[in-house]
Nanobody, 118 residues
Framework: QVQLAESGGGLVQAGGSLRLSCAAS????????MGWFRQAPGKEREFVAH???????HYADSAKGRFTISRDNAKNTVYLQMNSLKPEDTAIYFC????????????WGQGIQVTVSS
């Protein structure tokens, strides 16, 4: 079993920055594919960013140029640095872990609120 715990959310003004962290336990991060997702009120959950254990990184178009996903395998933690935040980035952000490259995400965190005020 893998447990994921997000932190770092909160309220920020438009144009500001936040860094989300996702601490993984139960399995070495180096063996996990990791992703960030978000769900805004009244909307479906959407993909934000992904980092594979080979170093592969992929972003949603909405995140490109503003968000940076990174991992610290020594700390078993994945980060999402979010810059130039917009009110439309307001959502609950979830981290997720997949055991198999190219497979579905098997484990999810509880989520953390990010609110961007205009």
């Amino acid at each position: 079993q893998v447990q994921l715990a997000e932190s770092g959310g909160g309220l920020v003004q438009a144009g500001g920055s936040l860094r989300l962290s996702c601490a993984a336990s139960g399995r070495a991060l180096s063996m996990l594919q990791m992703g960030w997702f978000r769900q805004a009120p009244g909307k479906e959950r959407e993909f934000v960013a992904h980092t594979g254990y080979t170093g592969y990184i992929h972003y949603a178009d909405s995140a490109k140029g503003r968000f940076t996903i990174s991992r610290d395998n020594a700390k078993n933690t994945v980060y999402l640095q979010m810059n130039s935040l917009k009110p439309e980035d307001t959502a609950i952000y979830f981290c997720a872990a997949a055991l198999i490259r190219g497979g579905a995400y098997d484990y999810w965190g509880q989520g953390i609120q990010v609110t961007v005020s205009s």
